[in-house]
Every structure is written in C-alpha cells, then in structure tokens.
C-alpha cells in the first residue's frame, strides 16, 4: 500500500504546473510523524479481548491536488501507520476466541496487528483565502491488513500462532478549516473524517498550529504541529470486530507547489 501512495504523489507532482497557481493546478504534499498512545481490544467471534498495546511513534504522509474545475472535487491521498502490538491477560473463568482456536482462560496472549489504512479523499473548498478555508467532502479509508495471535489454546500443550487477514472500505464524513493569524504566519486548523452508523464508529481528527516558514511564488513551506486522535469501532468489517483508540501529538512539514 506504501508503494501505491508514493506512486500516486509522484503521478500528481507531474501533474502539478512548476508556476504557483492554485487558479490552475495546486499540489500539497506533506509528512507528519505521530506520537501516539495505544489501547483497545479486537475479535472475530464471541467477546473482545482487551490489550496494552505499546506506544508508538507513526508516520503519516499524503499528497493533495487541487484544480479550478468547476464540479469536479479536489483529491487527497494519505497513508497512516498504525501498527499496533501488545499483550492480553484472558480472565479466569473465560476463553478467547479468535482464527477458528480458542485460547484458555488464565493465560496471556501476545498480539501484532497492523491496521495501517489509506484514505482516499474527494473534498470542495467551500472557502480559500488567507483568512479562512474551508474544505467539505467524502471519505474512503481503506484497511489491508493482518492480526497474529500467539498463545495457549485449548488442547494443546504449545503456544500457537493465529493469522487473521482483513480488508474492507469504511466510507466517512470529511472537513477541514484553518484560520489564518494576520502579520504572524501563523495559522490554526482543523481536518477530521466522522462515521457513526449502527454499532460502528469511526473518528480520525486532528487539530493543531501551522507556520509558514516559507512562502513566495514558486513554493510555500509549512511547519505544524498538533493533536491526533484515532477511534476504530469497526463492527463486522471482514467478520473483524474492533474497538481501538490511538491519540497523541504529531509534527510535520507540508510543502504546497
């Protein structure tokens, strides 16, 4: 999937005019690195596990191209890690069951998940100018992924490992505003995609303070930093039941040709 967002940016880099002029083609790319603590619990059958997931430092990076077509949305691409490893304790008096095994009751279980994802963004500027912008639009986040499970399951004396595989799209609500600070070079923003639909929710938001450290006609470079926040209350998304929150500061750079 890694491979597909950078195929995708450079498409777009080429794509870009090399004068700076959103009046005809803009392009965004950007990087951030999140700092995040982890915890939540998953199943594919009968009750979830909880798990202290590590902390973990992501990387996150996306590229955005914008034109003045009318009708037509701009499009943003961006790829999220979010590979998240930990250990359970199953409670006395009940099992866990995952991968068709069932691991026993008073024993610890190891877990390395990876529910890295990309999102797939068709937005409109509702707003753009140096004061205010604001962007409206829809949301496919993509999951491609694996769970492997390592304990003691039922009838056996060994550990064993389980590998569960999962993919699917979850469509989501996409925004974001920034707010410009006059004669700073500062501005503040906010971008979140929302789902909230049946027993699933899904909430991927972030809020922080950009400075334009750069900025003429031929390239603006931004440095931001902020708050992220992650919710996966995935309900039956490939027979995978999740319940995941991951949140923590992020910083970055964003270079708009």
Known sequence: MKKYCLAAALSMAFLAPAAHADTLLGLYVGVDGWQSDNSGSFSDSGNMQDFNFEDETFISYYAALEHPIPLVPNIKLKYTELELNGLGDIPNGSSFYFGGSVFVSGSSVNAISDFSHMDYILYYEI???????????????????????????????????????????????????????????????????????????????????????????????????????????????????????????????????
Do not use: C
């Not at 707003?127 to 999951?143: H, M, R, T, W, Y």
């Not at 492997?148 to 999962?166: A, L």
């Open 127 to 257: 707003f753009d100018n140096d004061l205010l912008s604001i962007d409206l639009g829809v949301n496919a986040k993509q999951f491609d992924g694996e769970i492997s499970v390592t304990g003691k399951v039922q009838n056996s004396d060994d550990e064993k490992t389980v590998v569960v595989d999962f993919s699917g799209f979850v469509p989501l609500v996409y925004g974001r505003a920034e707010v410009g600070l006059p004669l700073t070079g500062l501005s503040v923003f906010f971008e979140g995609s929302l789902l909230a639909i049946d027993d699933s929710k899904v909430q991927d938001y972030q809020a922080g303070i950009a400075w334009a450290l750069l900025d003429n006609l031929a390239v603006d470079l931004d440095i931001k930093a902020g708050y992220r926040k992650m919710t996966l209350e995935l309900d039956d998304i490939d027979n995978l039941y999740t319940n995941i929150d991951a949140s923590g500061p992020f910083a970055g750079i964003q270079i708009h040709f």
